[in-house]
């Protein structure tokens, strides 16, 4: 059975940089897609980044394009999510999710087997 356990989420500035990583258990990261979801306040769960578990093809949401890098370290068995230029809007829970297969396909296209219980990301003005 998978487990997934987020670090690394806290407060940080408007314009700084932040890591949070995803620990998985029961699993290799390697043979799986793996990616970062986030949920605000008020807000519905949306899509952040993915990657591949092949090739380590990585996607993200236009919101985070450029500022946000997913990357996968398969000796410590961790998904991560580097954060720079954070905004005031990228304030949110943040979840860790393993897809099913080896690729991610689009959040529709997609099926999630495991979540993590979240990491918590405030930014200050």
């Known amino acids: 059975q998978v487990q997934l356990v987020e670090s690394g989420g806290g407060l940080v500035q408007a314009g700084g940089s932040l890591k949070i990583s995803c620990l998985a258990s029961?699993?290799?990261?390697?043979?799986?897609?793996m990616g970062w979801f986030r949920q605000a306040p008020g807000q519905e769960r949306e899509f952040v980044a993915a990657?591949?578990?092949?090739?380590?093809?990585?996607y993200y949401a236009d919101s985070v394009k450029g500022r946000f890098t997913v990357s996968r370290d398969n000796a410590k068995n961790t998904v991560s999510l580097q954060m720079n230029n954070v905004r005031p809007d990228d304030a949110a829970v943040y979840y860790c999710?393993?897809?099913?297969?080896?690729?991610?396909?689009?959040?529709?296209?997609?099926?999630?087997?495991?979540w993590g219980q979240g990491t918590q990301v405030t930014v200050s003005s």
């Open positions: 999710v393993r897809f099913r297969g080896v690729y991610y396909h689009g959040v529709g296209s997609s099926e999630f087997v495991a």
């Open positions: 029961g699993q290799t990261v390697s043979q799986y897609a």
């Open positions: 990657i591949s578990g092949s090739r380590s093809i990585t």
